[in-house]
Each structure stands twice: as structure tokens, then as C-alpha cells.
């Protein structure tokens, strides 16, 4: 029996659909997954890996959901795909500066998947979004700018090298 995850909260976004799901199992989320990438789609996955205001340190409690954006990745790589991780930022800042520490968070992320879970680089890339692409706008409160803070995996399509 597969656990659900408690608050594991994603969005899939597709070209032709959003879904939002929260306290998703990992074979749930595959099943999803298979259903928008049948149309070689490009996925994006939210995942809220926590980082404090103004740093790209990762925090401990990031855990699961690094577990399972590593297992989404492998099972990617399996089938010769890719990934690209994409960090964004709130929007306290200049935005120039924003921008900077987005890629430095989805740079820490495709750090520690290579170093902890033995992803092979040749499989990862990363950018940056800084605040450009929120999910909440406009940031009202403090828990709108810690859902910002957020990074995306988006699976590529088999022979996309970026």
C-alpha cells in the first residue's frame, strides 16, 4: 500500500490543462503524469522546497519532496528524458537580484539531487525565474511569499536538450 504524503502539495501544469494536488501519492502522481505527457507534453511540477527569505540553502524539511522529485527524475531518465529545474523567488527585492537567487536555489536543488540520490548531470539543467512567474500575485501576506518561493521540475520531451 502506497502512504499518502501529508501537505505534498504540487501543481502539473500542461498546454492544455493545470491540475492541483494535494497529498498525492507517488503512483497517483505517475498516472497523472502519463496522462499530460502522452502528447509529449512538457510537465511543470511545483514543488515547495523550502527556502528562507534571501537564501538558497535547502532546508531539512524539503526532504520528502525531494525524494520525490528525485523519483520522478529517474523514472524520466529511464526513458532517456530530461530535467529542468527552475527556481523563483518572491517579490521582495530587486528584481535583478531576484532573478540571481532563483538560479542559485534550482543550482542548490540539482546539487543535492546529484550528490544524494547519484542523478547524473547530464540529465539536469536549471534557470531561473526570479519573480516574474508567481503563483500568488499580488503577495499579500507572508505565506503568498512562501509560495512563491518555490522550485519547478519540468520534464522535457525525449531529444530536448534544454
Known sequence: MIAK????RISIISLSAVFLIGCHSLEGL??????ITKNNESPKINFYINFDNNSDQISSASKLNLDKMAQIIEEASSKNQNALIVGHTDSSGPSDYNWELSLRRANAV??????YYKISPEKLRYDGKGEDEPLISPEKT???KIRNRRVELIILPVNTKS
Do not use: A, T
Open 142 to 144: 507572508e505565506q503568498d
Open 110 to 115: 540539482v546539487e543535492y539531487l546529484i550528490k
Open 30 to 35: 505517475k498516472k497523472d503524469l502519463k496522462s
Open 5 to 8: 504524503i501529508k501537505f505534498f
